[in-house]
């Protein structure tokens, strides 16, 4: 039909149609973003200049601020130690694109002199406990600072002013301070916590340290305790440590360096078989640590693995949690001592625990190397980076300027072309009410078909209605109707009665058969002992006989009664003009009444 097809392209019409119209108005979106995003390029563009100058300026300012803080810091601890000591300078410059620090003393005339190269030992110890305490903070790890002898190279008389300037400077960061050292310190300040070594190493050497458990919160982070089993001349002896300065002292090879030797081995992985006591199968080190937890390092030599590392609860047992297991093998710290406990080497510096061996803390490394541990010029460098990316979103300003107004244009014809949106929508909407008046109309003539189609069929239901009627009228009485029923039911009976009588007849046959054969016996025949059976056989055939006459004769009526009967419905036939009176079929007089056999002609028709 055509209805189906109009209306199919007037919806097909109407959904491309709001394609055009989402496309129309997300490029007047794009338009409007677009117009912003080139309008505040342009704004950035218009003060690049004002924006570099004022980065560059913060530059300097930063750099100024940070190294005048730095050097005040540093003279102030010098000359609290060493009283008349120089000026600590600091310079920074770049160094291959990267932040370099050079820590220098200035001299009356102004002039510069190298901290490590020109000048002696106290300084040197002085400035290098300093950059430490400063590294500590800056690194963001853990405030621990454990320092081997840092008072070799001071004068016995300065020595009280070095660690007095140790325990101001820790109470002030917060930083928990160990310091090994052969000095008397008790003599120096009241606040130390001191720890004594006894004995000999030979017969085993003894810790004598007070519980410090009491100075403790729970959740404070900071080292409990530390204690050595089976560590080269320690059988077993523990080291209890406070939150502030903590000092080991003694006379010298009496294994105070030892503890140092253990956190090494402990955070840095320093650990040799040297560590293990003589005789023994195995070195412990054990170090209490927040919420009563307990980090336990075992060296164990010709074993693998040859280094343990686990973390233990108060009850003893190793710590699970989040599916990890905190027990660890191998010769290499794992990664989570680093992360609970936050110990470790910055710049792969050791900036927690100090070398006997090597006292000078950052003065001998690069200048690069030191601005990087103590984040000194990394604002510098921070600045730079801003420089960089502003310089880089200038420049894609600059692209989206250029692109943008270009694409404008684009879009701007674009929408040009989509004007005539409007039009057509009213266009389309006349159409689809056109087009629903048609499918209306064609539902009714769809309607009259129908009625139509059933009209005929009616009319055709009517003149087969009109035929019935006309031969009903032909029929005879309904007397004559129910003596021909009657008539025809008798007929049905002699029918039956035929059928018993040629059945009496076959038996007759085979009966008379049988007398035949007993006429042709010998007359001789001898006499039967019993003649029953023979006598019900004769008087069988007497009664076959006698109802065979009476049969005759009921067939002889019959026919006669058939012969009427055929008759009389041949006379039926002829007066309905050879049609059923009742449906209307051609018929014989035999099957007038045998409503099965008629023609179907009726019933095709209809």
């Known amino acids: 039909m055509i209805l189906p097809s109009a209306t199919h392209d007037v919806t097909r019409a109407e959904a491309l149609l709001a394609r055009l119209e989402g496309r129309r108005d997300s490029i007047r979106t794009r338009v409007d973003e677009l117009t912003r995003e080139i309008e505040f390029a342009k704004g950035r563009l218009a003060v690049k200049d004002e924006v570099e100058a004022f980065i560059e300026a913060v530059h300097g300012s930063a750099s100024r601020r940070s190294l005048s803080a730095f050097e005040t810091l540093l003279t102030a601890l010098v000359q609290e130690v060493l009283p008349g000591e120089k000026p600590v300078a600091l310079e920074l410059s770049t160094e291959r694109g990267l932040a370099s620090l050079d820590i220098?003393?200035?001299?009356?005339?102004?002039?510069?002199?190298?901290?490590?190269?020109?000048?002696?030992?106290?300084?040197?110890?002085?400035?290098?406990?300093?950059?430490?305490?400063?590294?500590?903070?800056?690194?963001?790890?853990?405030?621990?600072?454990?320092?081997?002898?840092?008072?070799?190279w001071i004068a016995p008389e300065r020595v009280s002013s070095f660690y007095t300037v140790l325990e101001d400077g820790a109470a002030r960061l917060g930083v928990q301070c160990l310091a090994v050292s052969h000095h008397d310190l008790s003599q120096f300040s009241g606040k130390f916590h001191i720890a004594r070594i006894a004995g000999e190493p030979a017969t085993g050497v003894e810790v004598l340290s007070s519980d410090t458990g009491q100075l403790w919160d729970d959740a404070q982070p900071g080292l409990r305790f530390i204690r050595l089993v089976n560590v080269q001349a320690y059988t077993d002896a523990t080291l209890h440590l406070g939150p502030g300065v903590n000092a080991l002292i003694g006379p010298n090879n009496r294994g105070k360096s030892t503890f140092i030797r253990a956190l090494r081995a402990v955070f840095y992985g320093e650990a040799r078989d040297s560590l293990v006591r003589a005789g023994a199968k195995s070195a412990i080190v054990e170090i209490g640590v927040a919420g009563k937890r307990l980090l336990r390092f075992t060296r164990q030599p010709r074993r693998s693995p040859v280094n343990i590392w686990s973390l233990h609860e108060p009850d003893g047992s190793v710590v699970e949690a989040q599916g990890m297991r905190y027990e660890t093998g191998g010769r290499n710290v794992p990664d989570w001592v680093a992360d609970l406990i936050r110990i470790r080497k910055v710049e792969d510096l050791d900036v927690h625990i100090a070398h006997q061996k090597f006292p000078v803390f950052l003065l001998g490394e690069t200048p690069s190397r030191r601005s990087a541990v103590l984040s000194i010029g990394q604002e510098a460098g921070y600045i730079r980076d801003m420089l960089v990316i502003h310089r880089e979103r200038c420049r894609r300003d600059n692209d989206l300027v250029r692109n943008g107004e270009r694409e404008l244009i684009a879009l701007s014809e674009t929408l040009d072309g989509l004007t005539e949106l409007e039009e057509l929508k009213g266009r389309l909407s006349a159409a689809r009410k056109q087009a629903e008046r048609i499918a209306m109309e064609a539902a009714g003539l769809e309607r009259l078909q129908k009625h139509a189609t059933q009209l005929a069929a009616t009319r055709r239901r009517l003149r087969s209605a009109e035929a019935r009627a006309r031969i009903t009228e032909m029929l005879p009485p309904a007397e004559r109707l129910a003596d021909l029923t009657r008539a025809v039911e008798r007929a049905r009976e002699r029918e039956r009665i035929g059928r018993q009588v040629l059945q009496l007849g076959r038996d007759l046959k085979r009966a008379q058969a049988r007398l035949n054969a007993l006429h042709g016996?010998?007359?001789?025949?001898?006499?039967?002992?019993?003649?029953?059976?023979?006598?019900?056989?004769?008087?069988?055939?007497?009664?076959?006989?006698?109802?065979?006459?009476?049969?005759?004769?009921?067939?002889?009526?019959?026919?006669?009664?058939?012969?009427?009967?055929?008759?009389?419905?041949?006379?039926?036939?002829?007066?309905?003009?050879?049609?059923?009176?009742?449906?209307?079929?051609?018929?014989?007089?035999?099957?007038?009444?045998?409503?099965?056999?008629?023609?179907?002609?009726?019933?095709?028709?209809?």
């Open 521 to 606: 016996l010998p007359e001789a025949v001898p006499t039967l002992e019993n003649t029953a059976s023979a006598q019900n056989i004769l008087k069988r055939m007497n009664d076959l006989h006698a109802a065979s006459r009476i049969a005759e004769s009921r067939m002889l009526q019959v026919d006669e009664g058939l012969k009427s009967l055929q008759a009389e419905m041949a006379r039926l036939v002829e007066e309905t003009g050879g049609l059923c009176p009742t449906c209307g079929s051609p018929v014989k007089p035999e099957t007038l009444l045998d409503h099965h056999t008629h023609s179907p002609t009726e019933r095709l028709t209809a």
């Open 104 to 152: 220098c003393v200035r001299r009356p005339d102004g002039s510069l002199e190298d901290v490590l190269e020109d000048n002696g030992g106290a300084l040197t110890n002085v400035i290098g406990m300093a950059l430490r305490l400063i590294a500590v903070v800056k690194a963001d790890v853990a405030r621990f600072l454990a320092l081997d002898e840092a008072d070799c």
